[in-house]
């Protein structure tokens, strides 16, 4: 469905992408994780036709991006990381203005409206100023707005950037529902929780390149060990940080310690090591590892850094 | 206190580093005092090289005063003769002055009849023709022809009160009442006894004192300027006339400014990414912002000039097609200026900074806010390279003098030219593309 062969831009010095090369599937939820500066909002760019890349070249469907822009845009639905709306405007008529540049029958327009509008439980205030909007609610706005041309692929930048968790998890309900009716979904974020829950494949970007590409599962294999074990944070658990440092690497989360296990490591000789110390079983938990993980081991720094 | 200074402190980081309030607190002020001290201030400040015609039909002594102290006037550009169809120069006679003033090519013309001053005359006389297109210029060369016309009256009424005495009383008493009539025209007149008895008119100068002044209050009941007003007589409010089309530009200019500039919000907002990941091309938006603007100017005029017909009595409707054209060309003009700012801007707040110098340093040059006569000679020729002047030139050409299409075809040809050639400026910059990056 989408190819990218060997595309590079460069800013005046600084190269954003560098020789990139991916396929996305058709119907595939393909998710492109990565910390902030990492390329990702520059490939969505290229993917869409704004910018035309330094080198390389990237089809949908076969048609080439930079050659054929306007027409590929038909087929493709852009959510930008921004809201992209009018304030002034009511939900409706911010709906009316970005269908109508895609020459959408008025009449199927305003069908799609309503129907978008249902979707996303927006359609009650329709007649309502964007202005007066909740975040959420524009995020949902936002996201409708590029759907209006029914695209066979959605293009999504970051789209949950600053979303209470309620609007997060209704973005994602709406977002696997469309993956389901048969959408291409291309999702950039630098929050692994969002790539695992969301995506089927993952590409793990950094500094232009993509590092790493496949399914969670199979990227999690890459890791040198199987389970990370999280302890909760307290002062009894602060004042051993020296302790479970000898078992492998300790992380710092907001509310947990996460220790990386070193090679050798034994689960009974740490057990009992802990017990010494007075730690109680119930503050630690063995757990699957994550994406952050897999990331901090390729490149040596954390997504959020 | 220490949190007042640390804030206060803060408060000149903030501004200095906002270059566009900085601009506007100092570049702007220095720019408008510029071209008003170059207007008012200064030595060579005050009007220069305003179209006054002249025919002096007089054979007498004062008439060719009257004529040459004219020439002296740095004001003033005096024409005595005109250039015929078949490009052969003629003088001027009474009818051909006033054609003159009334096409514009003299703002007003003085006509010294006959029978300016004769040997039996107790006075002057003269004909004053005058096109007040604009009020405050013509204001300034009815005073100087005034002070022209004043300063000759001294010698004029001695020579006057010597002949009555010599008819009246003979010559050798009459010699008396010379010396007795100088002495007192030099009390209180000021003017040189030696003057009086032996009038020389190469003596004679303009004076611009106070006793001058005082002389010309005296004086005005026994000089007579006949005036007559060649153009615009006929409207029901002059000034609005002549007013509706330098406020309707110059708020024409801001508006299209603003609008120009809403490019900066889209592209802050990411709509203007949306629209550009749509079928939608660069060329496509510019475009668009272009037509909108020149309908939105075209609206904005229309709206002016019929405000001004429903309280002020402006006639529009007598010349409207006339005035249609160059609503769209002055629409056109401005708009591609509004283009052009924000097309050389980085963000809104650049291109509103830069688009209040631009317009008032426009507006003040380009004559909405004073005659551009008023303006040193290098001014007044950069005064004719900016939108407001030919806007308002050919606003006045239409509601003012009420010309056919033939008339305002220059105006409309120069405000078209304007328009095409800052677009196409704009759009190379627009291509640079700082704006969609």
Known sequence: MIKILQITKKYSTVTALDAVTLEVQRQEFFGLLGPNGAGKTTLMNLLVGYFNPDGGTITIDGDNVTQDTLEIRKKIGFVPQSLALYDELTAQENLEVFGQLFDIPRKLLKQRIEEQLNAVELYERRKDKVKTFSGGMKRRLNMIASLLHDPKVLLCDEPTVGVDPQSRNAIFDFLTSLNKQGKTIVYTTHYMEEAERLCSRIGIIDHGKIIALGTVDKLLEKLTYEETIAIIKNPSTANNRAA???????????????????????????????????????????QRPTLEALFLQLTGRRLRD | MKQVYRLFKSSYRIFWNDKVSVALTFIVPLVLM??????????????????????????????????????????????????????????????????YVRNEKAAAALVLPPDTYADTSVGLYVKFYFDPKNDMEMQTVRGLIQQAVFSQFPSVMAQSGLRQAERYLGIKPGSAFNRNMASLIHKY????????????????????????????????????????QLVGKEMKNQWATRSV??????????????????????????????????????????????????????????????????????????????????????????????????????????????????????????????????????????????????AMEG??????????????????????????????VSVRQFR??????
């Open chain 2, 34 to 99: 510029t071209i008003f001290g170059a207007v008012f201030g200064g030595s060579d400040s005050g009007p220069q090289g305003i179209r006054i015609a002249v025919l002096n039909q007089s054979t007498s002594p004062v008439a060719k005063s009257i004529e040459s102290s004219l020439d002296t006037i740095k004001a003033f550009h005096v024409i005595k003769s005109f250039k015929t169809d078949s490009g052969k120069t003629v003088i001027f006679d009474t009818l051909s002055i006033q054609e």
């Open chain 2, 245 to 390: 089309g330098g406020w309707g530009i110059m708020f024409l200019m801001f508006t299209l400014t603003a609008t120009s500039s809403s490019l900066f919000d889209e592209r802050r907002s990411g709509v203007l990414m949306r629209m550009l990941t749509s079928p939608v091309s660069r060329t496509h938006i510019l475009w668009n912002k272009y037509i909108f603007n020149m309908s939105l100017g075209i609206i904005q005029l229309l709206f002016m000039f019929v405000f001004g017909w429903l309280m002020f009595q402006v006639d529009i409707f007598s010349n409207f097609l006339n005035l249609m054209l160059v609503i769209i060309a002055a629409s056109v003009a401005c708009t591609a200026l509004g283009m052009l700012i924000a097309a050389f801007s980085q963000t809104r707040q650049q291109a509103n900074g830069l688009g209040t110098l631009l317009i008032l340093s426009m507006s003040a040059i380009g004559g909405a806010w004073f005659p551009t006569s008023f303006m040193p000679s290098t001014v007044q020729f950069f005064s004719k390279l900016t939108v407001v002047y030919w």
């Open chain 2, 189 to 228: 007149f000021k003017v040189d006894t030696n003057i009086i008895l032996h009038p020389s008119l190469s003596n004679l100068r303009i004076t611009n004192n106070d006793s001058a002044r005082g002389n010309a209050n005296f004086l005005n009941n026994i000089v007579r300027i006949e005036n007559q």
């Open chain 2, 395 to 424: 606003f006045l050409e239409v509601l003012w003098r009420g010309v056919g299409f033939i008339s305002i075809l220059p105006d409309l040809a120069i405000l078209f030219g304007i328009g095409a050639l800052l677009n196409i």
């Open chain 1, 244 to 286: 479970f440092e000898t078992f492998g690497t300790l992380l710092e989360e907001d509310d947990h310690y996460e220790l990386k296990p070193a090679e050798g490591f034994l689960l009974s000789k740490f057990f009992a090591d802990i017990e010494k110390q007075g730690i109680k079983y119930s503050w630690v938990e063995l």
């Open chain 2, 432 to 437: 640079k593309g700082h704006i969609f990056d």
